[in-house]
Every structure is written in structure tokens, then in C-alpha cells.
């Protein structure tokens, strides 16, 4: 079964950090565009991260380009999402998703989402 589990969320102050995990189940990573979302009560679902290993893109937008890094653990077959320097505008569901071949800034083409895990940056 093709499933991807988010987990690391939780509740920090500004100017904390917090690893997400993405944990894929039933393929490998490596063959797939691997994307990080974030969606806040009321607004678009946005794409903040994506790497594509067959077509060697990665990207951040511009909003946390400095403060979070993507990276992955091949043999825990997890992509993880490091955000450093939190602010108040990050608190969102973050869900980590599948998309065949090369990454999009926008949710489309996506095929497997995870759960979401809910981040809160808040004093």
C-alpha cells in the first residue's frame, strides 16, 4: 500500500525549530518528486519545498528560503523538513506529498498525500 505518515509537529515560540518526517511506505522514494505543503485555516494549500532526485530540481519559495531545508534518509526511505527561525506566519497543516517525475509549486498532479501535522508558532 503506497501511504506517506507526516509527524514532528507540535507547538513552538517565534524563533523556534522543529524537524517534520515524512515517512513513505509501499515505494522508494527516489523514484518520485517528494513535495511539502502548508495550509492555513482559510487559505490555498501551498507548496514551501519539493525535490525531484530523476530530474535533479529542488526548490524553496521565497517565504522560508534560508530557514527551512528538505533532505531525505534513503535507508529510513523518510524526507524530512528542517525549519529553523519559525514565525507566527508558519503556523499551518504541513502534509508531505507524491507527484510523478518532476515537481510543481502547486498541488495538481500530486498523487499521494500524507495526513498533515499541525504546526503552531505562537508565544
Known amino acids: 500500500q503506497v501511504q506517506l505518515v507526516e509527524s514532528g509537529g507540535g507547538l513552538v515560540q517565534p524563533g523556534g525549530s522543529l524537524r517534520l518526517s515524512c515517512a513513505a511506505s509501499?515505494?522508494?522514494?527516489?523514484?518520485?518528486?517528494i513535495g511539502w505543503f502548508r495550509q492555513a485555516p482559510g487559505k490555498a494549500r501551498e507548496g514551501i519545498s519539493c525535490?525531484?532526485?530523476?530530474?535533479?530540481?529542488?526548490y524553496y519559495t521565497d517565504s522560508v528560503k534560508g530557514r527551512f531545508t528538505i533532505s531525505r534518509d534513503n535507508t529510513k526511505n523518510t524526507v524530512y523538513l528542517q525549519m529553523n527561525n519559525l514565525k507566527p506566519e508558519d503556523t499551518a497543516v504541513y502534509y508531505c506529498?507524491?507527484?510523478?517525475?518532476?515537481?510543481?509549486?502547486?498541488?495538481?498532479?500530486?498523487?499521494?498525500w500524507g495526513q498533515g501535522t499541525q504546526v503552531t508558532v505562537s508565544s
Open positions: 506529498a507524491r507527484r510523478r517525475l518532476v515537481c510543481s509549486a502547486t498541488a495538481s498532479g500530486y498523487d499521494t
Open positions: 509501499g515505494f522508494s522514494l527516489g523514484s518520485y518528486a
Open positions: 525535490f525531484s532526485r530523476i530530474v535533479g530540481s529542488l
